[in-house]
């Protein structure tokens, strides 16, 4: 081979694999490469959430109702009734308009439940509510004492103040009923159809954000009805033959309430059946009896403080009989909150 024709080929393979001739494939998308680097968004500004429906947000902003959507970064994260977030976008209220949530503050509160009593996943119910209202009826469907109890726990592990209101007391004497929260420092107030405490309520709500809570046909709706005029919250009966109500309010909603005693926020909730308290520490619930915790530090290590656990300080107080009735009626409560919490 001639020294010619071995250049030549040396020469026609530098062709061949010359990289200059590589062809970059454009970016079909024509947009910028993605960055981990994400805007601070000055610009947002602050609303809370009053409602969720499907994908979509009203954020309350300057008392204007604002339609919003999440920002991808959001994705993975819950976004609930009564939070406050920071909307980026047209946060002008007007039809068609859509603002974007790009962050949520972090919460005082969060009212949550399990799935089931197995379940450790919390559902965050409400965030930011400092009173949870358990609407429960004196019949019609029958009250249950055990419900009422994973209401209390909940909250109490929530950090959140209980209210009872019990409906239908004209129907039904409920005294026998609420005798089993006689020990609990727990505002109770009665209500009948055309006797609803309606100042004495106005008065416990204003200045919080309080959610409302309770099984279907208990009146729940209703009594926001009276509470908010123009709610125009959907009401349904309960069925004669099975004793449960009908599901008549299908997602949660946030009311501003006004009154001579000041504002507050009520937050209407579905109707539920069942609470799951999978996801609850057990000592929040005594930390929530304080006149107890002191007593209960004199108890062994890993007592239950259930009615047979041995040593425990809250029996052997309870049997001397130095607590009182209201005590004795305290230590009942705190013993039977504790026992369905053990039955999980």
């Given at each position: 081979?001639?020294?010619?024709?071995a250049n030549s080929d040396e020469n026609s393979l530098g062709e061949q694999y010359d990289e200059s001739d590589i062809r970059i494939?454009?970016?079909?998308?024509?947009?910028?490469?993605?960055?981990?680097?994400r805007p601070d968004h000055a610009d947002a500004v602050t609303g809370m959430v009053t409602g969720v429906d499907r994908g979509r947000?009203?954020?309350?902003?300057?008392?204007?109702?604002?339609?919003?959507?999440?920002?991808?970064?959001?994705?993975?994260?819950?976004?609930?009734?009564?939070?406050?977030?920071?909307?980026v976008g047209d946060v002008t209220g007007e039809p068609g308009s859509l603002g974007r949530i790009v962050r949520v503050d972090p919460?005082?509160?969060?009212?949550?439940?399990?799935?089931?009593?197995?379940?450790?996943?919390?559902?965050?119910?409400?965030?930011?509510?400092?009173?949870?209202?358990?609407?429960?009826?004196?019949?019609?469907?029958?009250?249950?004492?055990?419900?009422?109890?994973?209401?209390?726990?909940?909250?109490?592990?929530?950090?959140?103040?209980?209210?009872?209101?019990?409906?239908?007391?004209?129907?039904?004497?409920?005294?026998?009923?609420?005798?089993?929260?006689?020990?609990?420092?727990?505002?109770?107030?009665?209500?009948?159809?055309?006797?609803?405490?309606?100042?004495?309520?106005?008065?416990?709500?204003?200045?919080?954000?309080?959610?409302?809570?309770?099984?279907?046909?208990?009146?729940?709706?209703?009594?926001?009805?009276?509470?908010?005029?123009?709610?125009?919250?959907?009401?349904?009966?309960?069925?004669?033959?099975?004793?449960?109500?009908?599901?008549?309010?299908?997602?949660?909603?946030?009311?501003?309430?006004?009154?001579?005693?000041?504002?507050?926020?009520?937050?209407?909730?579905?109707?539920?059946?069942?609470?799951?308290?999978?996801?609850?520490?057990?000592?929040?619930?005594?930390?929530?009896?304080?006149?107890?915790?002191?007593?209960?530090?004199?108890?062994?290590?890993?007592?239950?403080?259930?009615?047979?656990?041995?040593?425990?300080?809250?029996?052997?107080?309870?049997?001397?009989?130095?607590?009182?009735?209201?005590?004795?009626?305290?230590?009942?409560?705190?013993?039977?909150?504790?026992?369905?919490?053990?039955?999980?």
């Open positions: 081979m001639s020294w010619w024709s494939r454009p970016n079909p998308k024509a947009n910028k490469p993605r960055t981990k680097t947000y009203t954020v309350l902003i300057n008392e204007i109702p604002v339609t919003c959507s999440r920002a991808r970064e959001l994705s993975k994260n819950a976004i609930v009734i009564g939070d406050f977030v920071n909307v919460r005082s509160t969060v009212l949550r439940r399990s799935a089931d009593d197995t379940d450790e996943v919390e559902r965050v119910i409400v965030a930011n509510a400092d009173q949870l209202l358990i609407v429960i009826a004196a019949a019609n469907p029958e009250p249950r004492v055990r419900l009422v109890d994973r209401y209390l726990v909940a909250a109490f592990d929530a950090g959140i103040k209980p209210l009872i209101v019990i409906t239908k007391c004209d129907t039904h004497d409920p005294s026998e009923f609420l005798a089993n929260f006689a020990g609990l420092d727990v505002p109770i107030f009665r209500s009948g159809t055309d006797q609803v405490p309606l100042e004495e309520l106005q008065q416990a709500l204003a200045g919080h954000t309080t959610v409302a809570v309770g099984h279907s046909g208990v009146g729940k709706s209703t009594l926001v009805n009276v509470l908010v005029p123009g709610a125009h919250r959907a009401t349904g009966h309960v069925n004669e033959v099975t004793g449960r109500g009908r599901h008549t309010s299908s997602s949660s909603i946030c009311f501003k309430l006004e009154s001579s005693f000041g504002n507050g926020w009520i937050i209407d909730t579905p109707g539920i059946r069942s609470f799951g308290l999978g996801h609850v520490n057990p000592d929040n619930i005594l930390g929530s009896f304080s006149d107890l915790t002191e007593l209960a530090e004199k108890c062994p290590r890993g007592c239950s403080h259930l009615s047979d656990a041995p040593d425990c300080a809250l029996n052997e107080a309870l049997a001397d009989g130095i607590l009182g009735a209201n005590g004795a009626h305290r230590i009942d409560s705190l013993q039977r909150l504790l026992l369905t919490f053990k039955s999980l």
